[in-house]
Structure formats: C-alpha cells, structure tokens
C-alpha cells in the first residue's frame, strides 16, 4: 500500500515536499515515481527514481523538483520548489517491479490515493 502526503495550498514560487511511504511490502529493488493529473488533464508523467537513487525528471519539472528516496524507511521524496500555477494537480506515487524506471503509468503495478497541490499565482 503506498500512501503519500505532503500536498497543499501554496503561492506561486513557493515550496512542498510529497512523502510517498510504502507499507506491507518494502521497496525492494523495484523504481518509483511521481505522477500528476490536473482537472480535465491526462495524468503525466513528474519524475522517477530507480532503487540505487537516479533521479529522472519531465523537462517541464527540471531543476525544480527533486526526487529521493530512503530504501531502509520505505519512503520517496519529492522536494518542489519554485511552484508555478501550472504545478496544480493531485500527484500520486507508484511503484514498479524491477529498477528500471519509465515515464508510462501503466508500468506501474501499485499506485497510492494522490494528494492535492494547488499552487496560486
């Protein structure tokens, strides 16, 4: 079960960190991800992380968010910062089986309930 949090009301330029925390089952050696899905929005693709720490990114969030991830507390990070209007979504975490990441939801087998972000200009 994935569970994340972290998410809020914030102004534009401002900053957030998303906390994924994985229970009943550890990371294991498989990669993680951020997704967001804004109203009347496709979900998208935010940033991935695989089991040894690389980090990738959507050219849209880079060198603005950062993805880490804590293996022995079953915890991915997502440090936001510079939030822009357009970072308004619900983000949710997901997991994958295997360390190779993809930017495609549906190589995810388990996906956590989202959290709002919502970033005024």
């Known amino acids: 079960q994935l569970q994340a949090s972290g998410g809020g009301l914030v102004q534009a330029g401002g900053s957030l960190r998303l906390s994924c925390a994985l229970s009943g089952r550890t990371l294991a050696s498989g990669a993680m991800g951020w997704f967001r899905q804004a109203p009347g929005k496709e979900r998208d693709f935010v940033a991935a992380?695989?089991?040894?720490?690389?980090?990738y990114y959507a050219d849209s969030v880079k060198g603005r968010f950062t993805i880490s991830r804590d293996n022995a507390k079953n915890t991915v990070l997502l440090q936001m910062n510079t939030l822009k209007p357009e970072d308004t979504a619900v983000y949710y975490c997901?997991?994958?089986?295997?360390?190779?990441?993809?930017?495609?939801?549906?190589?995810?087998?388990?996906w956590g309930p989202g959290t709002q972000v919502t970033v005024s200009s």
């Open positions: 997901a997991s994958k089986s295997g360390s190779f990441v993809s930017q495609s939801g549906g190589a995810y087998d388990y």
């Open positions: 992380i695989t089991y040894t720490g690389r980090p």
